[in-house]
DNA sequence: ACTAGTGTTATATGTATATAGTACACTAGT
DNA sequence: ACTAGTGTACTATATACATATAACACTAGT
């Protein structure tokens, strides 16, 4: 996985990890890798690893169990929920950054159309 | 101002300024606050400011001349750039976040549709 | 009991960022 | 010449992040 330099590695791995949650990748309580596995993975050290997930768990979006391992919520709602989070913070961060640079409204509407090829 | 706590603060108030450009709040070859003003403006140390100047100087955006201060560059094709270089970054974050969440191209267009009430 | 595989914690090191404080180099106005 | 206002550079300190390395705590299977 490539990295942005600007932002700490962990919450991009939590990002992933999010994103293959609400994309269904990751079921709802299935069990994902351990937290060495995901270091492999990503080729990143544990501590790094571990603190994506601990800071996943803290947010209700993963449980751990104590030499078992950690899984992905149970609760339908908390996954609607983070779908509906993420899209929410990718609309405004796109609108207000737009709106920022000067673009009103409609000018928006007009680029997102011709971006999208629609 | 308000900083996220994520990204550098340097390349926030770059960003800031970047938009004042674009949108001519700050107009070509326009003298520019002193880095020791900026930085009471924004509530941040001189040598943050001068990190945020010095790398607009790097990327052709300001020029500076010691003893004198600094001013946005004249040349109108760095301000086009500038602007085209950004919303095209907007674009991609929002098209490439939303098709990572599982949105197709019709999804995302009846989404940024409704949330810009047109 | 033992072992392998879990999550978890701790110490030490290096780098990037932000700050405080000081000093230097240059320019314009007096 | 002097002074005030520019940009610029340096040292030192503190914090966050990422790494390497090691150890501890718990669980399941043998």
Same mark, same amino acid.
């Given at each position: +996985?490539?990295?942005?330099?600007?932002?700490?590695?962990?919450?991009?791995? +939590?990002?992933?990890?999010?994103?293959?949650? @609400?994309?269904? @990748?990751?079921?709802?309580?299935?069990?994902?890798?351990? @937290?060495?596995?995901?270091?492999?993975?990503? &080729?990143?050290?544990?501590?790094? +690893?571990?603190?994506?997930?601990?800071?996943?768990?803290?947010?209700?979006?993963?449980?751990?169990?104590?030499?078992?391992?950690?899984? @992905?919520?149970?609760?339908?709602?908390?996954?609607?929920?983070?779908? &509906?989070? +993420?899209?929410?913070?990718?609309?405004?961060?796109?609108?207000?950054?737009?709106?920022?640079?000067?673009?009103?409204?409609?000018?928006?509407?007009?680029?997102?159309?011709?971006?999208?090829?629609?």
């Amino acid at each position: +996985m490539n990295f942005n330099t600007t932002v700490p590695i962990y919450l991009q791995i +939590m990002d992933r990890i999010k994103k293959d949650i @609400v994309t269904g @990748v990751l079921a709802r309580g299935e069990r994902i890798d351990s @937290v060495r596995a995901l270091a492999a993975k990503f &080729e990143v050290n544990i501590n790094t +690893m571990q603190r994506a997930c601990s800071e996943l768990e803290r947010q209700g979006i993963i449980f751990t169990q104590r030499g078992i391992g950690s899984f @992905v919520s149970k609760d339908e709602n908390v996954v609607a929920a983070l779908k &509906e989070e +993420m899209s929410a913070k990718l609309i405004e961060g796109f609108v207000g950054g737009m709106e920022g640079l000067g673009y009103d409204k409609s000018e928006i509407f007009k680029i997102i159309r011709k971006a999208l090829a629609i």
